[in-house]
């Protein structure tokens, strides 16, 4: 029998006093246990082992937030979704697969992963979803991020996977079998995109329609883009996590909180429901891609993380005035000064970096020029991060953004030791674009590492001692060096796009 389950705390609570008896509805099919053959209470019935870890992970979600909403005043708490929120978000908890014997199947679990990220991404690039339902969906279809074919492309396994990324980890798929890279578990990314939405948050279009206003600078929020989820197993169930739109929209976007245009009422309407709205789609997407599919799982919502239950809080991760960190460092190179470029030409630099970062696609993945990588940080300090791009071409967003996702197998390692569940927080993205004031500067944008593991990894590192918060802080320097050393010697010795000598200036176009 397929089925999908919906467990909350109080539902889950209620099934394990009644020994997992219970009662279905239209939207939950539960597998009833007859009332004369209910356990005693000296033999308990046994969760499987994915349900155990919902149960778990529920009952410290509800401590994590009532410890968030310590002192927290009325008029300080998130004006939006429940109050709370995390930056990243469980969606769905699948079963692993087992053996003949009832035994964890490692290899035919991962091959499981696999699967369902082909099922998830296959839905999100053939279905037109504000079409097939259209109470869910008001913004614009969504698309498999590094796609833009129309909706009639049926695509399959083959065409999909050229569009996910997967993130290595230091874990094993089978933890029975020696360390190798073809035994290494990679994160499953599928990364996907709303024009509508996309547009409103990067200024290229009103929030708030005729009687609201852009988002002011919008263009320089484009490496928050796009929306990431991820499928992975560890030993009790696959999960598919997602980074949270609501994190998205308020940590990488604190300074339109307090910006003019919030006094307009049609745009602060619209820019408080619109991480809501974001994430409920993308929750919709996700369990109408694997209940079409007919898989079985069960359908969640648990905060993962770091949780924001404060305005203030939020606030204060980008306060620079009171160690806050800004989310996006922004750099400007000036050609001769004769060229007008456009988006067409900072495509053709994002893909030049790409290829001075390498890719799969040319054979020399994660091995710079000589020259390059003689300068980087990391290899100067003898680590050997083997930097590489994870798609082969520039991903396209609204506004003539062009986004690089910059990878280290090295450090992504390191990161996710942390906990997998933070993988949406990686690849360190970096976008390419033409000043939107003088046309004659490409500006480049890259997240910050230092904020990202700030906001974004501060649970993990709270579990950390004070060396190893000092190592990562080290992986942190590193990354930032090694990524600005990468754009600036492309800029100056392999973009053909204009003549750049590698001279730029950072500028602030958003103040923190």
Same mark, same amino acid.
């Given at each position: 029998?397929?089925?999908s389950?919906?467990?909350?705390?109080?539902?889950?609570?209620?099934?394990?006093?009644?020994?997992?008896?219970g009662?279905?509805?239209?939207?939950?099919?539960?597998?009833?246990?007859?009332?004369?053959?209910?356990?005693?209470?000296?033999?308990?019935?046994?969760?499987?082992?994915?349900?155990?870890?919902?149960?778990?992970?529920?009952?410290?979600?509800v401590?994590?937030?009532?410890?968030?909403?310590? %002192?927290?005043?009325?008029?300080?708490?998130?004006?939006?979704?429940? %109050?709370?929120f995390?930056?990243?978000?469980?969606v769905?908890?699948f079963?692993?697969?087992?053996?003949?014997?009832g035994?964890?199947?490692?290899?035919?679990t991962?091959?499981?992963?696999?699967?369902?990220?082909n099922?998830?991404a296959? /839905?999100?690039?053939?279905?037109?979803?504000?079409?097939?339902?259209?109470?869910?969906?008001?913004?614009?279809?969504?698309?498999?991020?590094?796609?833009?074919?129309?909706v009639t492309?049926n695509?399959?396994?083959?065409?999909?996977?050229? /569009?996910?990324? %997967?993130?290595?980890?230091?874990?094993?798929?089978?933890?029975?079998?020696?360390?190798?890279?073809?035994?290494?578990?990679k994160?499953?990314?599928?990364?996907v995109?709303n024009?509508?939405?996309?547009?409103?948050?990067?200024?290229?279009?009103?929030?708030?329609?005729?009687? %609201?206003?852009?988002?002011?600078?919008?263009?320089? /929020?484009?490496?928050a883009l796009?929306?990431?989820?991820i499928?992975?197993?560890?030993?009790?169930?696959?999960?598919?996590?997602?980074?949270?739109?609501?994190?998205?929209?308020?940590?990488?976007?604190?300074?339109?909180?307090?910006?003019?245009?919030?006094?307009?009422?049609?745009?602060?309407?619209?820019?408080?429901?619109?991480?809501?709205?974001?994430?409920?789609e993308?929750?919709?997407?996700?369990?109408?891609?694997?209940?079409?599919?007919?898989?079985?799982?069960?359908?969640?919502s648990i905060?993962?993380?770091?949780i924001?239950?404060?305005?203030?809080?939020?606030?204060?991760?980008?306060?620079?005035?009171?160690?806050g960190?800004?989310?996006?460092?922004?750099?400007?190179?000036?050609?001769?000064?004769?060229?007008?470029?456009?988006s067409?030409?900072?495509?053709?630099?994002?893909a030049?970096?790409?290829?001075?970062?390498?890719?799969d696609?040319?054979?020399?993945?994660?091995?710079?020029?000589?020259?390059?990588?003689s300068?980087?940080?990391s290899?100067?300090?003898?680590?050997?991060?083997?930097?590489?791009?994870?798609?082969?071409?520039?991903?396209?967003?609204?506004?003539?953004?062009?986004?690089?996702?910059?990878?280290s197998?090295?450090?992504?390692?390191?990161?996710?030791?942390?906990?997998?569940? /933070?993988?949406?927080?990686?690849?360190?993205?970096i976008?390419?674009f033409v000043?939107?004031?003088?046309?004659?500067?490409?500006?480049?944008s890259i997240?910050?590492?230092?904020?990202?593991?700030?906001a974004?990894?501060?649970?993990?590192?709270?579990?950390?001692?004070?060396?190893?918060i000092?190592?990562?802080?080290?992986?942190?320097?590193?990354?930032?060096g090694?990524l600005?050393?990468?754009v600036?010697?492309?800029?100056?010795?392999?973009?053909?796009?204009?003549s750049?000598?590698?001279?730029?200036?950072k500028?602030?176009?958003?103040?923190?």
């Amino acid at each position: 029998m397929k089925y999908s389950k919906t467990l909350g705390s109080v539902a889950l609570s209620a099934l394990l006093v009644l020994g997992m008896a219970g009662c279905s509805d239209n939207d939950t099919t539960v597998i009833e246990t007859p009332v004369a053959e209910a356990p005693t209470p000296e033999a308990p019935i046994e969760l499987s082992s994915d349900l155990a870890a919902i149960a778990e992970l529920e009952a410290a979600e509800v401590a994590a937030i009532s410890a968030s909403l310590v %002192g927290v005043t009325e008029e300080d708490k998130i004006p939006f979704g429940d %109050g709370s929120f995390s930056a990243f978000e469980r969606v769905a908890v699948f079963p692993t697969v087992k053996d003949a014997d009832g035994n964890l199947d490692h290899a035919a679990t991962y091959a499981k992963v696999a699967e369902l990220a082909n099922t998830f991404a296959k /839905h999100v690039a053939n279905i037109d979803e504000p079409t097939s339902d259209p109470e869910t969906f008001k913004g614009a279809n969504w698309i498999l991020g590094g796609t833009e074919l129309p909706v009639t492309n049926n695509l399959g396994d083959a065409d999909v996977m050229h /569009h996910m990324l %997967g993130i290595p980890t230091k874990l094993p798929i089978d933890p029975n079998v020696p360390m190798s890279p073809a035994n290494t578990k990679k994160v499953k990314v599928v990364e996907v995109c709303n024009s509508k939405y996309a547009a409103k948050a990067l200024g290229v279009i009103n929030v708030g329609g005729d009687e %609201g206003a852009k988002v002011a600078a919008g263009i320089y /929020h484009t490496t928050a883009l796009p929306c990431e989820v991820i499928i992975y197993n560890d030993e009790d169930a696959i999960f598919v996590d997602m980074l949270n739109p609501e994190t998205i929209f308020t940590l990488f976007f604190t300074e339109v909180f307090t910006a003019d245009e919030m006094n307009i009422p049609a745009f602060k309407a619209d820019m408080m429901a619109l991480p809501t709205q974001v994430k409920n789609e993308i929750f919709a997407m996700i369990y109408n891609a694997f209940d079409t599919a007919g898989e079985t799982y069960t359908k969640t919502s648990i905060k993962m993380g770091t949780i924001y239950s404060a305005m203030s809080k939020v606030e204060a991760t980008t306060d620079t005035s009171n160690d806050g960190k800004e989310p996006y460092r922004h750099y400007s190179y000036t050609s001769d000064g004769t060229k007008e470029f456009t988006s067409t030409d900072a495509k053709a630099i994002a893909a030049t970096l790409i290829s001075v970062m390498t890719s799969d696609e040319e054979g020399t993945v994660g091995s710079q020029e000589t020259a390059l990588k003689s300068i980087l940080p990391s290899e100067m300090a003898g680590v050997h991060p083997a930097w590489r791009s994870g798609r082969l071409e520039p991903l396209k967003v609204p506004g003539g953004s062009w986004i690089v996702e910059a990878c280290s197998p090295t450090y992504a390692k390191e990161a996710l030791t942390t906990g997998e569940y /933070h993988t949406p927080a990686l690849p360190c993205e970096i976008a390419v674009f033409v000043n939107p004031d003088d046309n004659k500067t490409i500006d480049i944008s890259i997240l910050n590492p230092e904020f990202m593991f700030g906001a974004l990894f501060a649970d993990g590192m709270e579990k950390m001692t004070v060396d190893e918060i000092a190592g990562f802080n080290t992986i942190i320097d590193n990354i930032n060096g090694d990524l600005k050393t990468i754009v600036d010697y492309a800029m100056e010795n392999n973009v053909t796009t204009g003549s750049f000598d590698g001279t730029n200036m950072k500028i602030t176009p958003v103040i923190y």
